[in-house]
Antibody
């Protein structure tokens, strides 16, 4: 079945780095744009990053621009989020979610979500 | 950026009774292609979000037909015709017409009275 499984979260000190991974299965990963969405404790959903199906195009929210980098390896069916210069306000559950397929970008946005990985930034 | 405003933010409902959540956008969500990319998501306690509705009124696979979406332009509604215990959670609207960024409403918490 279609599945996304995140990993790589943990406790990290402010200013340090962390790399999240998302393993995809059950669909043709290389056909789909992919995204990261986060949820700070007790709050709502915030989109943070999005990448095209083949990788060269990506978008980042202002809150993470210049610090976070999204990437993917289609041969490994994997999505990544490199997070640098982490701040306390980056503490959240990070979800990867499937975007639209390259042939119908707008309809399928965020139709499948992973279970999330927890990132805690604290000294 | 598009701002989505949901109301109410908290919705106590009696089992078996209907519920309605409003989502208002700061600008029209009609895309230049004529489609309207407004989705609804359900997040049950301790779970990740699940998409229920896309393009205003289309139910995702496996979503019970007691969930329905309606609206146009900048004004949208999610209705639950008869609330069940498993419907408890937070509901979010999201727009994918004007991106980036993709934006979500603040969420509406549905609970049983």
């Amino acid at each position: 079945q279609v599945q996304l499984v995140e990993s790589g979260g943990g406790l990290v000190k402010p200013g340090r780095s962390l790399r999240l991974s998302c393993a995809a299965s059950g669909f043709t990963f290389s056909d789909y744009y992919m995204g990261w969405i986060r949820q700070a404790p007790g709050t709502g959903l915030e989109w943070i990053s999005y990448i095209s199906n083949s990788g060269p195009i990506n978008y980042n929210a202002d809150s993470v621009k210049g610090r976070f980098t999204i990437s993917r390896d289609n041969a490994k069916n994997s999505l990544y989020l490199q997070m640098n210069s982490l701040r306390a306000e980056d503490t959240a559950i990070y979800y990867c979610a499937r975007g639209g397929p390259y042939y119908d970008l707008l309809t399928g946005v965020f139709d499948i979500w992973g279970q999330g990985t927890v990132v805690t930034v604290s000294s | 950026d598009v701002v989505l405003t949901q109301s109410p933010l908290s919705l106590p409902v009696t089992l078996g009774q209907p519920a309605s959540i409003s989502c208002r956008s700061s600008q029209t969500l009609v895309h230049s292609n004529g489609h309207t990319y407004l989705s609804w998501f359900q997040q049950r306690p301790g779970q990740s979000p699940r998409r229920l509705i896309y393009e205003v009124s289309n139910r995702d696979s496996g979503v019970p037909d007691r969930f329905s979406g309606s609206g146009s332009g900048a004004d949208f509604t999610l209705k639950i015709s008869s609330v069940q215990a498993e419907d408890v959670g937070v509901y979010y609207c999201m727009q994918a017409t004007h991106w980036p960024p993709w934006t979500f409403g603040q969420g509406t918490k549905v609970e049983i009275k």
